[in-house]
């Protein structure tokens, strides 16, 4: 379990778990996100949540996955676009980190 920071005084926070993470590498959500300017505001939040909602409509299996990090996460009332910032420097950091699962199967062969 990550926790995140969700606004730039540090009063409130926001919990992402690996699942959460798992889910946005999944999907892909954070690709073709941000514009060319590099900026995370309001509207790429709202962006996210678009792309999100779209998702979920177009899903005909389950979508729990998808649910939970709405619910955790994306919808949280803490989240405005800086925690959004934070969670894509949280993801990148967490793609970069080798996982447990890798580091197993690489001492097996």
């Not at 996955?65 to 994306?74: A, E």
């Not at 803490?78 to 925690?83: C, L």
């Amino acid at each position: 379990m990550y926790t995140i920071q969700a606004n730039p005084n540090g009063t409130r926070t926001l919990n992402v778990s690996e699942e959460n993470l798992a889910t946005i590498e999944k999907y892909g959500l954070f690709r073709h996100l941000i514009d060319s300017n590099g900026i995370v505001d309001e509207t790429v939040l709202d962006k996210l949540k678009l792309n999100i909602r779209s998702l979920i409509a177009a899903q005909e299996e389950d979508c729990k996955d998808l649910l939970d990090l709405c619910t955790d996460v994306i919808y949280h009332n803490n989240m405005k676009a800086f925690g959004l910032q934070q969670l894509i420097h949280l993801y990148l950091q967490w793609l970069s980190t080798p996982s447990d699962t890798d580091e197993d199967n690489t001492s097996e062969e």
